[in-house]
């Protein structure tokens, strides 16, 4: 089994403000990356931005400002929000790069003299929305705007010739399109004919592209070039070591609005390129706001920065996490996330992080108590313990991270209760010796509780951590070191109103 895992998010359309679909992207791959971290494995995780394009020059153009500059203005809105929201990408690509635009050329020309790109007229619908030509049944869907008639000459990639090829592969390799909805969506897809797909722009309508290395006059259409970023990132054509260690990619991160060119161009572009294929693609589903998608058309977007200064980082991370099952849609409502942060971190793993600490200041000197001799109960919680961790495993391993998280919660949750049974603040009283052996379960519970949940909300769990004076992010039983000294702390997760 591989040692390396190196996970994606989409790179980002440079004129959107960031939202809760791109912080949900991106923190789901934050999540899983720390969380391969964890457990020793050498982690690539890469996030960036789409730079090129028909819309971009008009923004920039609108602004009076070269499209450089645009973009150069437009990208610290990214970079602050994934700094604010604690993602700890590895590197961030910009489609403007130099090193991306050397790898595109070198692609298109590889390409190219496979055989695999021609120069052809074309007329058809063309969506300057989404800067491409449309089917007829596409245009009839309501989904695209600004339609217009287009003739003109560009260059095709032989996309169709690969059709059998990736139908084969899909087949073959069950976890390639995750979830398997959007996997039969993609085979029936390919039932119909494939296209070729147009792969340039004339300089003569769009000059903000990367150039065509075989003709001058035309600019690469911008889907070609941003899923390149994939291969750039880890080193292809500029050091090989780097990119055989990494790729293939364990998992391509998207939203399911652009699973057809995560799952159809852009297989059919590495075949022809002769590149092995990213091991999974999974498309998760949209936040909606009700019974409606998040748009900025709609004026439903939330804004992540807003939650990030009313609640802090980890209650946002935790709720969005917690809440989505992976593959399907969710609704975001305030009032789901303030239940939620109230139920599962202020009652369940706050309170008991209170009540431990406050037992043991109060009885024991501040300091870790002795574990004693267990009777049955401390064993079960020692026991689900250390299953515990094998459990999450698998479910993070299936893409369950809902149920990674709610198998921790139920884990604290059989603690609580665990305590309320015991009542060390009762037992202290005539037996001293016991209500520490409680009171070192319930913490050493916590410890490893925390442990697992630290990919999901870093900073409360390192402070966590920090207060039972517990380091690392080992899961054996036992990481509690008696007579070690508790250190203060604020409230984990004060209730919300």
Known sequence: MSNTFYITTPIYYVNDKPHIGHAYTTILADVLARYHRNTEKKTFFLTGLDEHGQKVQQAA??????????????????????EQLHISHDDFIRTTEERHKKVVRDILQQVMDKGDIYEAEYEGLYSVSE??????????SGEFRDIKQLKEKNYFFKMSKYQQALIDH???NPKFIQPDHRKNEILGFLRQPLNDLCISRPKSRLNWGIELPFDSDYVTYVWFDALINYIT??????????FNKWWPASYHLIGKDILTTHAVYWPTMLMSAGIELPKTIFAHGWWLMGESKMSKSLGNVINPMDLIDDYGVDPVRYYLMREMVLGQDSSFTMESFIQRYNSDLANDFGNLLSRVSTLMKKNFGGKIPEPGDFTEAEAVIKSNGELLGEVVKEKIEAMRLNEAI??????IRSVNKYMENN????LVKDDKDAAGRVLYTAGEALRIGAVLLSPVMPNRTAILLDVLNAKGTNLNWGGLTPGNELQNHEPLFPRMN
């Open 131 to 140: 800067e491409r030509f449309i089917t007829e049944k596409e245009a009839e």
């Open 61 to 82: 153009e609108e602004r009076g400002v070269e499209a450089q500059q645009h973009c150069d203005e437009m990208a610290p809105r990214f970079t602050e929000l994934w």
């Open 170 to 172: 899909i087949k073959s």
């Open 423 to 426: 009542a060390p603040w009762k």
């Open 406 to 411: 709610e198998e921790i919660m139920q884990y």
């Open 233 to 242: 990132a880890p080193g292809f054509g500029r050091d090989e070591e780097s």
